[in-house]
């Protein structure tokens, strides 16, 4: 089974630029998450799909940061304009749902604003 | 906002010896899971605990909870250099959302 996949590994840019990462999920997979991950922090949601709907964006920073679910499969993160608080390593993780919510993790995308 | 609190930050043992996790949170939970995470890479679910268990084993991992302290502790036994990583709790208090800890960075030296 493949896992779930994310592009790019890394990204490097400016402040005020925009960026753009990409994630496709386990196959079947209805539940997909985007994280943001600050070096020696935990995960903190960013945003939380049902097939191709919203299920909970309450801590993204909808000024700058949008989300979406292409068909229900792929899904991609945008930061536009980034700002040097938003250097982090962007997760993308999948799940079937249900009672235990068992959550699979790509290897992540990390991102440095200069 | 973080729920889970990992105790103790940072861990160094060495292999073959015992390894404890702390994780402390505060609202009710249906279940609480422990990642693990290498350096670089995505994170791993390990273990899975129910509300109504108090116990779970798997493996070399031993996992307890105490909802009436909203506690939970990972043991890993007899640890192998490869166990080196950051291990995270992850509270699920509402449908299909973990909140997770800022996580336990353990080193197996060998």
């Known amino acids: ?114 | 906002s973080q729920q889970g609190e990992e105790d103790p930050q940072a861990l160094s043992i060495q292999e073959g010896e015992n390894a404890t996790m702390n994780c402390s949170y505060k609202t009710s939970i249906n279940n609480l899971q422990w990642y693990r995470q290498n350096s670089g890479r995505g994170l791993v679910h390990l273990i899975l605990i129910r509300s109504n268990e108090r116990e779970k084993h798997s493996g070399r991992l031993r996992v307890t909870l105490d909802t009436s302290k909203k506690s939970s502790s990972l043991l890993i036994t007899a640890s192998r250099a490869a166990d080196t990583a950051s291990y995270f709790c992850a509270t699920d208090a509402r449908g299909n959302k973990l909140v997770f800890g800022a996580g336990t960075i353990l080193r197996v030296k060998s």
């Open chain 1, 1 to 114: 089974e493949a896992g779930v996949a994310q592009s790019p590994r890394y990204k490097i840019i400016e402040k005020r630029q925009s960026v753009a990462f990409w994630c496709n999920p386990i196959s079947g997979h209805a539940t997909l998450y985007w994280y943001q991950q600050i070096l020696g922090q935990g995960p903190k949601l960013l945003i939380q799909f049902q097939n191709n709907g919203v299920v909970d964006d309450s801590q993204l920073p909808k000024d700058r940061f949008s989300a979406e679910r292409l068909k229900g499969v792929d899904s991609t993160l945008k930061i536009q304009p980034a700002k040097l608080e938003d250097s982090a390593v962007y997760l993308c993780a999948s799940s079937l749902g249900g009672a235990k919510n068992i959550q699979y993790f790509g290897a992540g995308t990390r991102l440095s604003v200069l």
